[in-house]
């Protein structure tokens, strides 16, 4: 297991948060930010430099793009994502607010690998491996097929799916990542994961959990390893007010480090 964190913050708001996850070492699977809700207009250079420091450690730093459950147009997404890549060079995008239902995983598609081909072009590695129809991948999954256990191409970087619920199980086959749980604890506390959930490898799915009590950790930490997540953030903040609860890193930060750290491997 280890922590996915949309750390939103700018780094003249959140210094130590931004070096904490720069620190040698720290379980990161990924960090992800934004400037205003998108790289901005113009490059920052403070977030140029603190990004910078995290990828030195090998962990890999997304973007964020807003996707608006859907409504964001196909042109606006690229011309940020473009930004992010030519003034951060970013790792992968973090797509937040991803559409859930199966009318929208088409386009979802279209936009998934036009990203990767653009984290390609990067990386100068111009590989266009042939997906297999979306569904045609998901009947298999559900029959336990090859699908079942198959990664989407990650040759593009990495691509995760910030839908905050569980979305239409063909979802699984377009992105590295699917964000299927994002709320606060007392809706976590009695969440459950559906059944086809467990054709797919834990690290497929991120699990991200506000207002948690220090008191809780170790019980958080044991529901998303039962429910097959192998990615999480927990904070003790809150969204209380309108506050963003991702704005900065929880208070027991270093000892949900060392808590994690002993945790047994989610069960697939």
Known sequence: MGFGVPAFAHPLVAPTEWAELA??????????????RGPGTRPDPLYGEVVGRVRENGVPVLGLLDCRNGARAFGDLLADASHYLDWYRVDGF?????????ADAAECRRVVTTLRALLRSETGDTDDTEHTDDTERTEDSRKGGAAASRV???GGGQIVLGHGEHPWPGYAELADQLVTF?????????SEAPEWTAAYPPERFVHLVHGLPRS???TALRIARWQGASTVCLTDRTDRDGADPWAGLAGYWHESVRMLRRQPSPSA
Do not use: I, N, Q
């Open 216 to 218: 809780h950790l170790d």
């Open 23 to 36: 620190r040698p070492g720290a379980p990161l699977h990924w960090a992800a930010f934004d400037v205003a």
């Open 152 to 154: 989407p191409e990650s």
């Open 182 to 190: 994002r709320g606060p604890w007392t809706s976590y506390r009695w």
């Open 94 to 102: 973090y797509l937040d607010r991803a559409p859930t239902g199966r």
